[in-house]
């Protein structure tokens, strides 16, 4: 988080000392291609940044977080010398410089100063051997790290192993170690550590799960600076792990999904994406692939702004989006959240769906949807539509579907949802190539489409990756059209850092 006075230190100590400065030194740089390529404790171990692979680009990287962790570099300045070792080696790094450069450098500089401590508490722990956990000062807590706050344990508790923070992206939560005479004085007594709750974490990449402890990010559940594995074996265990690309399964490569839906994940997205034709397929795998665009799958009341419901989900959507918790509302709240179906913006990257308590992709037929789908291309160039509506000029009527959702929804909400989901990633291409108007002689519309040119090119995306062969039929100028636009978004994509 920036420093209110203008430093920009992610520092929750006032200056740098020997014990950070000697761990972040200790460490090897490691080339990865992916941050859970190194797994909890080997972080203590090793530098890396994930997508870094080539060895002086990851040696100018480790330098300038040496420098921040030695000589209390600022966040704008390590920003600036980020934008300039990626220019100088032509690194494409995936997201915003902003928020890639602040995710590095806050939980190096902040995991080192942890480390640090670890290291002096341990040294004074026959004469300190309690330790206090300390809720970090955030307006939109994460609820189980507030439920630690206060909590006092022997320093020696196997609990710390794996709940001493920094406890997750932008978590700033702190532990301090205590003397028997600073627990009278504050009035503390020695608890009980809460249960542990392992849940089962996805790699949605390659399909590999890990137990993770309830309320700790994956990847985050160890102790700064405790023992791991020798440098050596840390090596060999990653020369003989086999390359990202052999890992992967054989599905497209859906980047990620926030959902606070049961029925509706990554994997289940996977399935449908992978029932589209081919060229559908490969192509929206590519661009999101590339742009790195997210999904968030909320349900209404969660997406109402100002809502107990909102701000509860709110530290976890800042930590999935990479985004302070200070206005995270912005990012994923409306005043119509009974109107939307799904929503997002220029200044995102990522979409938003609203999908029901009860939604599951796994009722989805996607035979039936791609038949739909067809259907509604047809007889909307055709204009034998369900619906009857004035034209915009008032001269006449014509007979149209109201979207691509509507048409689907005779399928169900869920169909629908999927819809809205290829609709709303139709906005983020259209984005990404300046928001072109479609040909104005296209035949195919429906009646949202002529809402603006951004629907109007949201709802030929969707009906489009449904079924591009109906397109082609009834409306090859738009189908052109749109395979040229949605190639030229994917090369944009790939441009942009």
């Known amino acids: 988080m920036t420093n209110r006075k203008g430093g920009g230190s992610a520092q929750y100590g006032s200056l740098p000392f020997a014990e950070a400065i000697s761990f972040f030194r200790h460490k090897q740089s490691i080339p990865t291609e992916r941050w859970a390529d190194l797994w909890q404790h080997a ?119 794996t709940h001493t923070p920094q406890n997750g992206w932008g978590c700033k939560c702190k532990k301090f170690s205590l003397s028997e005479a600073d627990l009278k004085r504050l009035g503390l007594k020695v608890g009980q550590a809460p249960a542990l709750e392992p849940v089962a974490w996805v790699d949605n990449a390659t399909g590999e799960v890990h137990q993770v402890p309830k309320g700790i990010d994956p990847g985050f559940d160890y102790r700064p ?38 029925g509706v994940d990554a994997n289940g997205l996977d399935r449908l994406v992978s029932a589209l034709p081919q060229e559908s397929r490969e192509a929206l795998a590519t661009f999101l692939q590339h742009s790195g665009v997210k ?3 909320l349900k209404q009341r969660e997406l109402s702004a100002g809502s107990k419901a909102a701000r509860a989900i709110a530290g976890e959507v800042a930590a999935y989006l990479y985004k302070p918790l200070a206005g995270i509302g912005r990012y994923y709240t409306s005043l119509r959240a009974s109107r939307t179906n799904g929503f997002t913006s220029p200044a995102y990257r990522h979409v938003v769906v609203k ?56 399928l169900g909400d869920d169909a629908a949802m999927l819809a809205t989901w290829l609709h709303e990633l139709g906005h983020q291409l259209h984005f990404q190539i300046g928001r072109e108007a479609p040909p104005t002689q296209r035949r195919f519309t429906t009646r949202y489409s002529w809402s603006n040119k951004e629907e109007a ?26 395979a040229n636009a949605i190639q030229r978004g994917i090369d944009t994509a790939k441009e942009t850092p």
């Open 355 to 410: 999908a029901g308590a009860t939604a599951r992709l796994a009722r989805v037929e996607m035979a039936a949807v791609l038949q739909v789908a067809e259907q509604m291309i047809k007889e909307s160039v055709e204009r034998t539509g369900p619906t009857t509506y004035a034209t915009l000029n008032n001269t006449g009527t014509v007979q149209l579907h109201w979207s691509v959702s509507s048409a689907l929804r005779t």
């Open 225 to 262: 600076g405790s023992l791991a594995q020798d440098n050596q074996q840390l090596r060999q265990r990653l020369q003989q792990r086999p390359p990202l690309a052999r890992r992967l399964p054989e599905r497209p490569q859906i980047d990620s999904v926030f959902s606070t839906v049961r």
């Open 43 to 161: 972080h203590n171990r090793s530098f890396m940044v994930a997508g870094a692979m080539q060895a002086d680009l990851l040696a100018d990287l480790r330098q300038a977080v040496d420098d921040a962790i030695a000589r209390g570099t600022s966040l704008t300045r390590f920003q600036s010398e980020f934008n300039a070792i990626a220019a100088r080696h032509g690194w494409a790094f995936t997201g915003p410089p902003a928020w890639r450069a602040r995710v590095i450098y806050e939980t190096n500089v902040r995991q080192a100063y942890n480390a640090g401590r670890e290291a002096q508490m341990a040294a004074s722990a026959p004469h300190r051997p309690y330790a206090l956990y300390r809720h970090g000062d955030s307006l939109q807590p994460r609820a189980h790290h507030l439920s630690w706050d206060g909590l006092v344990l022997p320093l020696d508790h196997p609990w710390w192993r």
């Open 457 to 482: 090119f949201a709802e030929a995306f969707a009906a489009y990756l449904l079924a591009p062969e109906a397109m082609r039929q009834y409306d090859p100028l738009l189908a052109q059209w749109l």
């Open 295 to 297: 999904t968030l799958i």
